[in-house]
C-alpha cells in the first residue's frame, strides 16, 4: 500500500495544535460522520462504505427504525380518494326576506337548542361569508355550498341534511371540473344525512365505508369545499368518540380535529385506508371559523341510514314511546339503586307500546335483549337501530323489583309532536300564595286551585333562588305529580312524603314535575333535621 505523503513537509501546511479538547471533538465528529453514513476514507480502508449497514448490530437498528416510522405526507392517499368527493351547490329560494344581519335564520335546527346555539353549522345557505353568497335578499333565491362523496359508481352522493334542506335545485362539481345537476333522493334530519343521485353520468370514482370503527388518535384526512374553495384537503387525529352534541337523541359523533370551515358539511373524513370512517357535520366555533373542533358522523350510522334511505327515501325506526331521562346519582340513591345507569321513564305516551306493556312513571330500563343499556342515551339509540315490528325484551326495575317486560316496538313518527301546554302560564293571581313545604325553598298550592294548572298535583308559586329547589331546576309554575313515589294533591301530601323519605333514611326525594308540557324527574337533597 502507497505511503500518504507527509503533508507536514510541505510550507504552507502548519500542524494544528493537540489538544485533549479538539481530540475529543474530533472523535464526536468522527461519530456523527460514520453515523450519517458519510465517507470513511482513513477511518477503515479495508471495507466499503456500503458495509457499514450489513452487519449485524447496524442492520437490527435500520429494521427497528423501519417500524417505528410514520408517512412523511399524504398525497399518495389524496391521490386516490379525492376524485370520490364533489362540492354541492344548492338554490334555495327564500320565503321570506331576511336581515343580512342575521346569518342563522335559515338554520334547520331549533331555534335555542344546544346546537344551535354553541354548534354553528356550515354549508347549506350558510355556507358561504354574505360577500359570497348568490342572489338578493328576501323572496329571492339564495345561493349555498357545501360537500359529498360518490359511494357507487352510478352516481349515488352522501352529503348533510341541512346542505340540501328546502333546496329548489342541486348541483354537483366533481374533482375534475364537471358539473352535473343532482335529485335529493331522500333525507333524514334526525342524524343530518342525505342521499343524493348525479344525474347524466356514469361511471364516478366512489368511496369506501369503512367497516372499523376509528380509534382515538388515528389519522384522519377531511376533504371538501370550505367557504366555496373546492377540493380542499386538512388533516388531523381522531380526538374522540361517542360525542353528544345536545343535537338529539341519535348523538354519537366522532370528535376530529382536522381544521374543517363552513361548506365542509356534507365531507368525507378519511382513515389512511382511504376509507370513509365519518360525514363531517358540525363544528364548535365560538369565533365562527376553526378551533380545531369538527364532528362527524360515524360510517356505521351512515350506512344503516343509506340503505334506507335509498330503499324507500326515508328512515324507519323502532319506538317505544316513552319519555325517558339519565339516571343521575341522585336519582339513583332516591330509588335506591346501587349505581347510576339505565333509563328513567319520565311519562310513558299514552297508548304507546310501552304503556300497554305496562310501563309506568318511574320505571327504570336496564337491559334491551339481555344487553345493558348504560345511559338514556344509548336507549334510544338501541331501540332506534331496530325495526318496527321487531319484539323485543326489556328489563325493568319497578318499584324496586326486578321484572321483563315483552312488548313489540311501534315506528318513531316522523314528527314529533309538540305538547305545548300554554295554559302552564295563566293566570295565577287568581290563587292564593300557596303553603310553604319546609326545607325545600318551594311554595305550592293544590293545582285544581290555580287556572290553567290543570287537575293533578301542586303547582309551584314561589322557589326561594337560594334553595335546593332552585338549583335543580324548579320555577314557578311547574307542576308536582308525585314525591317518592307517591300522587299528592296538597302541600300536606308533599310533606307526608318527604318526611317518609327522610324516615328511611333517604339523602334525596324523587318528584315527578310538569314542566311546558312534558315530565321529568328531579331528585331534590333532603336538608338534615
Do not use: C
Request: aromatic letters at 4%; proline letters at 6%; glycine letters at 14%.
Amino acid at each position: 500500500m502507497t505511503d500518504r505523503p507527509d503533508l507536514s513537509t510541505l510550507p504552507s501546511y502548519k500542524a494544528p495544535k493537540r489538544s485533549l479538547f479538539s481530540a475529543r471533538k474530533l472523535a464526536l465528529m468522527a461519530s456523527v460522520v460514520a453515523g450519517l453514513g458519510a465517507a470513511t476514507y482513513g477511518f477503515s480502508p479495508t471495507h466499503n462504505p456500503a458495509d457499514l449497514f450489513t452487519t449485524p448490530a447496524h442492520a437490527q437498528v435500520n429494521n427497528e427504525v423501519k417500524k417505528v416510522q410514520q408517512p412523511v405526507g399524504f398525497a399518495d392517499i389524496v391521490e386516490r380518494v379525492k376524485p370520490s368527493v364533489i362540492s354541492v351547490k344548492v338554490n334555495i329560494r327564500e320565503k321570506v326576506a331576511k336581515d343580512d344581519s342575521n346569518n342563522n335564520d335559515d338554520s334547520p335546527f331549533q331555534p335555542g337548542s344546544p346546537m344551535e346555539r354553541f354548534f354553528r353549522r356550515f354549508g347549506g345557505p350558510d355556507g358561504l361569508p354574505p360577500g359570497l353568497r348568490g342572489g338578493p335578499r328576501g323572496g329571492g333565491v339564495v345561493t349555498g355550498q357545501g360537500s359529498g362523496f360518490f359511494i357507487s359508481a352510478d352516481g349515488f352522493a352522501v352529503t348533510n341534511n341541512h346542505v340540501v334542506d328546502g333546496a329548489d335545485k342541486v348541483e354537483v362539481t366533481t374533482d375534475d371540473g364537471k358539473t352535473f345537476s343532482a335529485k335529493v333522493i331522500g333525507t333524514d334530519p334526525r342524524t343530518d344525512l342525505a342521499l343524493i343521485k348525479v344525474e347524466g353520468g356514469s361511471n364516478f370514482q366512489f368511496a369506501k365505508l369503512s367497516d372499523t370503527k376509528p380509534r382515538i388518535g388515528d389519522w384522519v384526512l377531511a376533504v371538501g369545499n370550505p367557504f366555496g374553495l373546492g377540493g380542499t384537503v386538512t388533516a388531523g387525529i381522531v380526538s374522540a368518540s361517542g360525542r353528544d352534541i345536545g343535537n338529539g337523541p341519535y348523538d354519537d359523533f366522532i370528535q376530529i380535529d382536522a381544521p374543517v370551515n363552513k361548506g365542509n358539511s356534507g365531507g368525507p373524513a378519511f382513515d389512511v385506508s382511504g376509507e370513509v370512517m365519518g360525514v363531517n357535520t358540525a363544528i364548535y366555533s365560538p369565533s365562527g371559523g376553526s378551533v380545531g373542533i369538527a364532528f362527524s358522523i360515524p360510517a356505521s350510522t351512515v350506512k344503516s341510514v343509506v340503505a334506507q334511505l335509498k330503499d324507500k327515501g326515508s328512515v324507519s325506526r323502532g319506538w317505544i314511546g316513552v319519555q325517558i331521562q339519565p339516571v343521575t346519582s341522585d336519582i339513583a340513591d332516591s330509588l335506591g339503586m346501587k349505581k347510576a345507569e339505565g333509563a328513567l321513564v319520565a311519562e310513558p305516551q299514552a297508548n304507546g307500546p310501552a304503556a300497554k306493556a305496562g310501563i309506568e312513571s318511574g320505571d327504570v330500563i336496564t337491559a334491551v335483549n339481555g344487553e345493558p343499556v348504560k345511559d338514556a342515551r344509548e336507549l334510544a339509540r338501541t331501540i332506534g337501530g331496530l325495526a318496527p315490528g321487531n319484539a323485543v325484551k326489556l328489563n325493568v326495575l319497578h318499584k324496586g323489583q326486578d321484572k321483563t317486560v315483552n312488548l313489540t316496538l311501534g315506528q318513531l313518527p316522523n314528527s314529533l309532536e309538540a305538547k305545548a301546554d300554554t295554559d302552564n302560564n295563566g293566570d295565577k293571581g287568581n290563587s292564593s300564595r300557596g303553603t310553604d313545604v319546609p326545607k325545600l325553598g318551594l311554595t305550592v298550592a293544590p293545582a285544581n286551585s290555580v287556572a290553567g294548572a290543570g287537575k293533578e298535583g301542586v303547582v309551584v308559586t314561589e322557589v326561594d333562588p337560594k334553595s335546593a329547589a332552585a338549583e335543580r331546576g324548579f320555577k314557578e309554575g311547574d307542576v308536582i305529580l308525585e314525591v317518592a313515589g307517591k300522587t299528592v294533591g296538597t302541600a300536606g301530601e308533599v310533606r307526608d312524603a318527604i318526611t317518609a323519605a327522610r324516615s328511611d333514611n333517604k339523602n334525596s326525594v324523587l318528584m315527578r314535575v310538569k314542566s311546558g308540557g312534558s315530565s321529568r324527574f328531579v331528585a331534590v337533597p333532603l336538608a338534615k333535621g
